[in-house]
């Protein structure tokens, strides 16, 4: 793993919100293949959500020995910085993309673990606005999880509400509709990297923008194998 890959992954544990697909619980619903791309609708996805690294910054006027996921020891009048974790979790319904690496080898797509993880990343955001602009509905609604397999990668998107809202679902039944919508808005846009029109949505991670991880063209080279 280079340098970079453990800084993302740094960035992603720490700083990005946090998805842990329980495959005992989940339930899938459908499945079905659009070209070399699986992809399958689950409900009971258990995802858990935490922003790890929250500054708290604060005039103390008394003694405070603890915070919620840290231990504070201030001393009276002291200002003080620290960080604390602030998370919960919650059961959703979603839907999964799958893509072998053999694949991508074998059709001359790249399989650097730093561009997969752009290239999904890339496509999620690519879908989310899609699939907001044809719900009529804010992209915080719909959210995206990146992850990469020894032999595969796999990106899910998933309604983010407690229960499910009732938004993947009726995408999932469009799906190849709603790829072929994306690889136009990815492919036809002329920015170098990403902007409005294509993949920044509002309250896009700093993260992502930092460490280049939005990227148009990677992104619509995973939907060349639909």
């Known amino acids: 793993m280079t340098d970079r890959l453990d800084e993302f992954a740094r960035l992603i544990d720490n700083e990005s919100f946090e998805m842990e697909l329980l495959e005992q619980d989940v339930k899938t619903i459908e499945e079905r293949k659009i070209g070399r791309i699986e992809s399958r609708f689950v409900k009971n996805l258990q995802i858990q959500r935490a922003v790890p690294h929250v500054e708290i910054t604060y005039k103390s006027t008394s003694k405070i020995k603890e915070a919620y996921g840290e231990i504070l020891a201030i001393e009276d009048g002291e200002l003080k910085s620290e960080q604390a974790i602030a998370g919960y979790e919650y059961?959703?319904?979603?839907?999964?993309?799958?893509?072998?690496?053999?694949?991508l080898r074998n059709h001359g797509g790249t399989t650097s673990p730093e561009d997969l993880l752009t290239a999904l990343y890339s496509l999620g955001y690519g879908l989310r606005s899609v699939m907001a602009r044809r719900l009529g509905v804010n992209p915080i609604e719909i959210q995206c999880e990146p992850h990469l397999f020894p032999e595969q990668i796999r990106l899910l998107i998933y309604d983010n509400e407690s229960g499910g809202a009732g938004l993947s679902y009726p995408i999932f039944q469009d799906?190849?509709?709603?790829?072929?919508?994306?690889?136009?808005?990815?492919?036809?846009c002329t920015c170098p990297d990403y902007c409005e029109n294509c993949l920044l949505l509002p309250r896009t991670p700093t993260f992502l923008l930092e460490n280049d991880l939005l990227n148009r063209e990677l992104g619509a080279v995973l939907l060349e194998h639909r």
């Open 175 to 188: 799906i190849e509709e709603v790829m072929d919508e994306t690889a136009l808005q990815l492919q036809s």
């Open 91 to 103: 059961l959703t319904d979603g839907f999964e993309l799958q893509l072998s690496k053999s694949t």
